[in-house]
């Protein structure tokens, strides 16, 4: 089994001006998209410019670290770890498992001679007493699960419908490029990480008790990627299938998914007003193949699917996202990076005259000279629509 790490040089490039610098990195992501990896890459690239370093590693998901579980315990290991007379490079691998874990950084960022590296599956380590303590001293990257051309180089494969079509069932987690790509190989495995992260990441750090409701709000939430959503219009649902659960709490539990970067939160923007709306968010999912593994992969549920992925392409380049609305009509996404915006509209295919007139119509609405696209998994490119272009999904993904 090949087990060589392959570099995702977009995130080496984003680090790479803070190596040496006093100055703490935080890589963030969901579990299993790669951070460890990345992790990994960093090293290498430190080995190349400090070859006499000294680096210390821990994975708080190695049972050998188990006994580092405060701030007082990480700073001991440290210290027996350490050398006075060369730059030490810490690397902690899952660090808010480390109770209090901000009181131990904050002091080793003081030390002349160490440059640190954490990894987390939580957002809330960039909340509170990081925040507080470590103010202006550190910097997050976020990591996210394999792009399209990133699925494409760690299988090695060629772009294509067949291809694509992997992609859009089995998603970018970056281990699958170790496993046989079938369904009954890939949706076990892609089982467990969901069981992880749930378990981890949600059940346990939150002391949630109804777990059954917890699973029954990601498949309702799975069932409606691309549909505004509301813990108001949740809880009508639930009542309806006769269970009950405040709004309070179906707000509470959506936070705890954000917060494991399991779901991403998408609000709405007012195109005119330019407010931004605190209701009706919409929901995706960091990794499609997950939400696949759960609920089922089919046609009737494609196009949330192909929405799924641009949304998570936006994401992975950078972009801030938002849902645009026009006046009674929704623009999917509202993409913006470095001044710049460009608006999208996604569906499955442009069959007919309605859906034609419905995706651009609505982009046709929009006044301003900013790049506006439509985006299809039809097999051909149509023509540009009165300066709206249209791409077919795999060339968005490769060339966007």
Not at 90 to 117: G, P, T
Not at 246 to 265: T, W
Not at 318 to 325: A, E, H, L, T
Request: hydrophobic share 40%; with cysteine.
């Amino acid at each position: 089994m090949n087990r060589k790490v392959i570099r995702r040089e977009k995130y080496i490039q984003q680090i790479k001006p803070f190596i040496g610098k006093d100055i703490i990195k935080v890589i963030t992501g969901q579990r299993r998209v790669g951070k460890s990896y990345f992790l990994l890459m960093v090293s290498e690239e430190i080995r190349k410019k400090y070859p006499d370093a000294n680096f210390i590693f821990i994975n708080k998901e190695l049972h050998e670290f188990e006994n580092i579980r405060t701030y007082t315990d990480l700073l001991q290991f440290v210290k027996s770890k350490s050398k006075k007379d060369t730059t030490n490079f810490l690397f902690i691998d899952e660090v808010q498992e480390i109770e209090n874990f901000e009181k131990a950084l904050r002091e080793l960022i003081l030390r002349e001679n160490f440059d640190v590296y954490v990894t987390g599956s939580n957002s809330r380590i960039l909340s509170g007493d990081l925040a507080t303590l470590l103010s202006g001293r550190y910097i997050e990257i976020k990591i996210f699960s394999l792009t399209y051309p990133e699925f494409l180089k760690f299988h090695n494969i060629d772009p294509g419908r067949e291809s694509l079509n992997l992609y859009l069932k089995y998603g970018g987690m970056p281990y699958l490029k170790n496993l046989e790509l079938s369904d009954e190989v890939v949706f076990d495995y892609l089982k467990s990480i969901y069981n992880s992260i749930i378990l981890r990441d949600v059940v346990e750090r939150r002391n949630i008790r109804n777990v059954h409701f917890l699973n029954t709000l990601v498949n309702y939430v799975g069932d409606n990627i691309g549909n505004p959503l509301s813990a108001k219009k949740i809880s009508d649902f639930l009542n309806s299938q006769r269970i009950k659960m405040s709004v309070v709490s179906i707000m509470n539990y959506l936070k705890f998914l954000e917060d494991a970067y399991f779901i991403h939160r998408v609000k709405r923007l007012d195109l005119h007003g330019k407010k931004i709306f605190e209701i009706n968010d919409k929901f995706y999912f960091e990794d499609v193949g997950i939400r696949n593994a759960l609920l089922g992969f089919g046609i009737e549920n494609i196009g949330g699917i192909i929405e799924n992925i641009v949304f998570k392409h936006l994401l992975s380049e950078g972009y801030r996202v938002f849902v645009g609305k026009i006046g009674d009509r929704e623009i999917d996404f509202v993409a913006e990076k470095g001044g710049e915006r460009v608006y999208i509209q996604v569906c499955y295919m442009l069959s007919d005259e309605r859906v034609w007139k419905r995706e651009f119509g609505n982009l046709l609405q929009i006044k301003d000279n900013y790049r506006k696209v439509v985006v299809s998994l039809d097999p051909i490119q149509f023509d540009s629509y009165k300066g709206i272009q249209h791409r077919r999904l795999e060339e968005f993904l490769m060339e966007f």
